[in-house]
């Protein structure tokens, strides 16, 4: 189901008013993803002094094709989910800086001061932090080297380059599952490679991809290196029981082995565990006092956006009772 009038004009954030340095906000939203839009809509609603921090809207969610488990949607493109979210967090008029990422956050005079890479300074009197994740590296030779010229991360930007071509995707979960979906509708021939035995990715979209005529699922081998001459031109893999390397042609390969915490900003404050993960309680609360964490770079099991956009809503509303209870607003 596709909303043709919706469109994500970030360009539009241009035109909204921009976060004061000068002003100490009720609450600062970092991030821009389902937990975060989600955290900013529900702290709107209580009429507090919030501004938004984020380097885009939508996050990974735009780097996703279709999603079947949105309650309201039995299918919506994600972009347009994700444009949906937006349109609504804008109805409100917040301040908002866009396209700026954030260095470092510290406790500062009873409060939290949040540095910008260009040098920006923001006060809040309670954080949200809501970065999310990004892609985990595969770190092999040729990865980087060929990155934008063959090597990939993102099927919903670049498989519409790979009609008809041979593609490797590495990884065994649902988002190596759904990249073969999104190249098995450009007619692409397709490898999967999994690393570990068993693949991970829910039945469903392995019968969809198992029953596509062109695709081969080679399970517990390894990517070794990516080849090429300006462009990528094969992959080396290897059998990981019986130890056989072998070069296969493909012009594609699309890295999907999961997602690292961008919990970088944090990382000298507040409690991580062992995969950087910010710890939070049940109300969101980190071991901070007045700092929440929602979403995909919490201790939150399940990254789905539902359960992002659910804990977003939960951290701005302990935000804005700990505002209350402080008599800070």
Known sequence: MEFPGIILDTASFS??????????????????????????????????NLAILTIDFGGLINETSEIE?????QNINAPDLAARFEEQVKSFGLPVSLGKAVKEI????????????????????????????R???????????????GVSYCATCDAPLYKNKKVLIVGGG??????????????????IVNFVKGWQADATLQQRIKAYGKAVLLDYHEVLRIDGKGVVESAVIRQRD??????????????????????????????????????????????????????DVTTVPYKQIVISAGEGAKAALAACDLLIESSQI
């Open 242 to 295: 019986s130890e056989t390397e072998k070069g296969i042609p493909v012009e594609g390969v699309f890295i999907e082995i999961g997602l690292l915490p961008n919990s970088g900003p944090v990382k000298d404050l507040v409690e991580l565990n062992k995969m950087g993960e910010v710890v939070i309680d049940c109300v969101c609360r980190t071991n901070i006092a007045g700092l929440f964490s929602a979403g």
């Open 135 to 149: 892609h985990r590296e595969l770190t092999v030779p040729g990865e980087k080297e060929f990155r934008g010229k």
């Open 15 to 48: 035109r909204q008013k921009q976060p004061d340095t000068g002003t100490t906000y009720d609450l600062l939203i970092i991030g821009g993803g389902a937990a975060a839009m989600s955290g900013a809509v529900y702290a709107a609603r209580k009429m507090i």
């Open 106 to 133: 510290r406790e500062k005079d009873r409060a939290f001061e949040v540095l910008m890479e260009d040098g920006a300074r923001y006060t809040g009197k309670t954080v949200l932090f809501a970065t999310g994740e």
């Open 69 to 73: 488990n949105y309650l309201g949607f």
């Open 174 to 191: 649902n988002s190596a599952f759904t990249t073969a979906l999104d190249l098995m509708r450009v007619n692409a021939d397709i490898t």
